[in-house]
């Protein structure tokens, strides 16, 4: 088996941190758990103890075939081989309780490639309280375990729906009551734009382009990040962080 990874699904999973989130979760079931041989440490008993658990078999291997498992990954001497991963839908998300008060925070990613922007930006959507992320089945890195990793597992605790068409998503969510934001560098409306609003989807463009034409025209507010110095743009990961920040800290302070 190799580290190739099918659209819908993680084949592989590599890396401490991601591991032990997937054998703690009951959603992504972990088939063999391949070990470095010789690796050792406190962690490597942990992973060892969940995968006794749950009856899951180890198997040892040398670095070179863990390496050629892995795909060039940095896989920290420990790998999985999963069962099964399901995805949700774009309804389920927003049918889904509000973790606090009526708030409701969404993120669409519209193109992002690099599987370390997308895994960063779970991650951050995660620790914020995001109640579920919304891509597209084209034109978006695929759910890899170089995204898995990237988030620190933090992906196995997200709701994350793939979607066919980006814009009949916008779509439906205005429907639902969201007020749909587009991180734009050109964007004009003030940074405190989220006040009041309980219902927010935030939209973030790919690492070159930005924002679709298309998409673009369906937000209702482009927001900018103000920046004191000249500079290009900020990497996409960090731009949503500094949203995300901003939304919820709006939220606190209303």
Known sequence: MNASDSKYGIQVIYGVNPLLESLKSPVLDIQTLFLLRGKKGESIQQLLHLAAGKRIPVIYKTREEMDRLSGGGVHQGVMGIRKTF???????????????????????????????????IIRTGHCFGVDGFIVPENRSSALTA????????????????????????????????FWIYGADMEGTSPFRVFDH?????LVMGGEEKGLRPL??????FLVSIPMRNSFDSLNVSVAAGILMYNIVQNWQEG
Request: net charge positive; proline share 4%; glycine share 4%.
């Open 197 to 201: 609003v309980d219902r927010v989807a």
């Open 215 to 220: 998409i673009r025209k369906k937000c209702d």
């Open 146 to 177: 170089a995204v898995l990793k990237a988030s620190a597992g933090a992906l196995l605790h997200m709701p994350v729906a793939v979607v066919v068409n980006l814009v009949r998503a916008i779509d439906f969510l205005k429907e639902q009551k």
């Open 86 to 120: 399901s995805y949700t839908t774009i309804e389920e998300i927003v049918l889904r309780p509000a973790k606090e008060s009526n708030k409701r925070l969404l993120v669409l990613l519209d193109g992002i490639t690099d599987p370390q922007n997308m895994g960063a």
